[in-house]
C-alpha cells in the first residue's frame, strides 16, 4: 500500500514539473512574438522633425509642407514663437531641428553677438520692404528737399536706404553695408531729407512725410498692399531672405533636405504667390 501511494505521488509531481515546464515556454514564446513586433514596429516609425516659426507667413507655409513630407515618412511638427531669439537658442540647444522666421543679417548678427552656430540651408521667401507715397504721390514728382521717413533701427534703416539707392535717388559709400545710416550718403541730388522714425509708427505718419519706407508687415497692417501700392519694392535678390536654418553640422540630414526640396516646390511658389498676393514673394 504505502508502495503504491508513492509511486503515486511521484507520478503527481512529475506532471506538475512538466506542465511548469510547458507554462514557461508559451510565456517565453509570447515574450519573444511580443519583442518581434516591437521590433518591427521601430522599423517602420515615421521619422519627426521639429520646427520653430512665427505664426505668419512662416508657419503659415510651413503647414503646406506637411502632407508633402508625410508621403516621405516625415512627420513636420510646426512650433510657433512669438519672439526672435528663443527659435534660435532652440535650435542652438538641440530643442528644435531647424527654424524658419529670420532674414540672413540678422542671423548673422545674431550669431555674432550669441556666440551660436546656425546656418542657412535655404532660402524661401522675402517680405519685401516698400517705399510708399505720403504728400508726394510719386517718384518721379518727388521735390528738391523732400523729406523721406525710414525705420530707426539698425537693420532697417540700413534696409531702406538700399532701397532708395536702388531707385536711384541717393548713393552710399558702401552699397553692400547692410548697416548704412544717413552719414554713409555720398551723393543725394534731391538734397533729401531723412526722419528715422520707429518702423510700427511709419505708416501713420505718411501724412507728415513726402514719401516712408515701411516693412510688409506694417504696411498690411497699415491696410496696404506692398504689390499695388508701393511706388516701388525690393527685389527678389534682396539680401533679406527669410531663411530655413539648423545648427552647423546637421545641413546634410536627410529630413531637413527633404524640407528643403519640399519648401522649393512649385506647391509651395504658388502657395505663397496665391495666398499673400505679393505681399511675401518667393525667393526662390
Partial sequence: MKKKLLALLLGLTLCLSLA?????????????????????????????LTVAASPT???????????????????????????????????EDGDEDANYFQHLPYLEEFNETRGTHLVSVAGVHIEPMGIYAGKTASLDELADGAVIGIPN?????????????????????????????????????????????????????????????????????????PTTDALAIESGDSPYVNVLVVKEGNEDNPAIQALVEALHSDTIRDFINEEFDGAVVPAF
Wanted: aromatic share 2%; charged share 20%; net charge negative.
Fill in 20 to 48: 511548469a515546464c510547458g507554462g514557461d515556454s508559451a510565456a517565453d514564446s509570447g515574450a519573444a512574438d511580443t519583442g518581434a513586433a516591437e521590433e518591427g514596429g521601430d522599423s517602420g516609425e515615421t521619422v519627426t
Fill in 57 to 91: 507667413p512662416h508657419a503659415v507655409i510651413l503647414e503646406q509642407c506637411v502632407p508633402i513630407l508625410a508621403e516621405q515618412g516625415i512627420d513636420l511638427v510646426i512650433n510657433q514663437y512669438s519672439d526672435y531669439v528663443v527659435p534660435n537658442t532652440a535650435v
Fill in 153 to 225: 533701427d539698425p537693420t532697417n534703416e540700413g534696409r531702406a536706404l538700399l532701397l532708395l539707392e536702388a531707385q536711384g535717388l541717393i548713393t552710399l559709400d558702401d552699397s553692400s553695408n547692410l548697416s548704412a545710416t544717413p552719414n554713409n550718403i555720398v551723393d543725394n541730388p534731391k538734397n533729401l531729407q531723412f526722419e528715422e522714425i520707429e518702423a510700427q509708427t511709419l505708416p501713420s505718419s505718411r501724412p507728415d512725410l513726402d514719401l516712408a519706407v515701411i516693412n510688409s508687415n506694417y504696411a498690411l497692417g497699415a491696410g496696404l498692399n
